[in-house]
Nanobody, 120 residues
Framework: QVRLVESGGGLVHTGGSLTLSCTASGRLLTIEAVDWYRQVPGKQRDWVASTGGPGSNTYAGSVQGRFTISRDNAQNTVFLQMSALKPEDTAVYYC??????????????WGQGTQVTVST
């Protein structure tokens, strides 16, 4: 069994910064890729950023230049550093991981989400 746990959400003023973490645990061999998504109530879940390895980070246009995705393989954790936050960044942020799980192979799982609220 493996699970993903997000943390780091909270309330921040416009222009502020937050760093979200997505940590995998369990019978995990490797994290192959991680995507971050966000969702506002009543709207679809939107892709924010992805990492598949060195040099393969990609970002949605709305966050390009403000958000940075990175990973600490030793800690089985992927981070989303968010700066110059805007009220429109307010959402529940989810990580979605492609994992290599012992005895199972490739698995895809979602985290439970973490709320980010940017006040004016």
């Amino acid at each position: 069994q493996v699970r993903l746990v997000e943390s780091g959400g909270g309330l921040v003023h416009t222009g502020g910064s937050l760093t979200l973490s997505c940590t995998a645990s369990g019978r995990l061999l490797t994290i192959e890729a991680v995507d971050w998504y966000r969702q506002v109530p009543g709207k679809q879940r939107d892709w924010v950023a992805s990492t598949g390895g060195p040099g393969s980070n990609t970002y949605a246009g709305s966050v390009q230049g403000r958000f940075t995705i990175s990973r600490d393989n030793a800690q089985n954790t992927v981070f989303l550093q968010m700066s110059a936050l805007k009220p429109e960044d307010t959402a529940v942020y989810y990580c979605y991981a492609q994992l290599n799980v012992a005895g199972v192979g490739t698995s895809h799982i979602w985290g439970q989400g973490t709320q980010v609220t940017v006040s004016t």
